[in-house]
């Protein structure tokens, strides 16, 4: 198992009003280690599923690049208490599906190429984050290096990340090219009270860029629509 260290509760409290019940928005004192702020559950199961399903083209080349792809994966963990900290604890990975096909060459007359069983994209759940009255997840699903054949051109496969908070330059970030939905997974505090609450984020995502290499000038089309779902268990 592999920890990641959220926040103090010093430095946040918005933190202990998650774990302790804020239905009473009241903060109480941190809890002993493995015991929950509200004398009740002292830690959740978390179980984060992203499922996408996309395209890309590359314009510019000798020939034309197309290729499109299904991704599925899973990551499974806890949130619980550690003492005067909170600990996301991470149990397993894993890439329930994953399929590329791509095509080269002019309509009619194309060579197809089947993406191998390794390299596969990788899920990452980083942190958790109170913002206002919501539990905010920030997860990253990773591409693989595109295209599959030997290319001068080196790009890597966008794939489905949560909310727009990513770094990079103004307008440039993850979230700025979201066409439909939210790219924003947040669950209200409330379900942390439920039995296994479970919600279900969806968004249409597009990017079109220019890329210079060599001085040949090539267009970059990558598209995803994705799905997350969050469900959490009382442990």
């Known amino acids: 198992m592999d920890k990641g260290f959220l926040r103090r509760l010093a430095g946040s409290p918005a933190w202990v009003l998650v774990l302790a019940g804020l239905l009473h928005g009241q903060v109480q004192p941190p809890a002993r280690s493995g015991e929950s702020p509200a004398g009740g559950t002292a830690s959740w199961t978390v179980r984060l599923t992203v499922a996408a399903k996309g395209e890309y083209v590359v314009r510019g080349a000798e020939t034309p690049i197309s290729g499109e792809y299904t991704c599925r994966a899973g990551w499974e963990g806890r949130l619980e208490p550690d003492g005067d900290d909170f600990l996301l604890v991470h149990i397993k990975t894993e890439i329930l599906e994953w399929r590329l096909r791509e095509k080269t060459g002019p309509a009619g007359h194309e060579s197809v190429a089947e993406a191998p069983a390794s390299p596969q994209p990788a899920l990452r759940l980083s942190y958790v ?36 908070r990513t770094p990079g330059p103004p307008g440039q970030g993850y979230g700025d090219f979201v066409c439909r939905g939210s790219s924003r997974v947040a669950v209200p505090e409330t379900d942390f009270l ?7 984020f969806s968004w249409d995502w597009r990017r079109e860029r220019r890329v210079v290499k060599k001085d040949r000038i090539y267009v970059v089309a990558q598209s995803h629509t994705a799905e997350a779902v969050i469900a959490l268990a009382a442990r």
């Open 129 to 164: 984050l109170r913002d206002g009255r919501d539990v905010e997840f920030f997860f990253e699903l990773s591409g693989i290096s595109i295209p599959l054949r030997a290319s001068p051109l080196a790009l890597v496969l966008e794939l489905p990340r949560s909310s727009g």
């Open 194 to 200: 439920q039995r296994i609450p479970k919600r279900t």
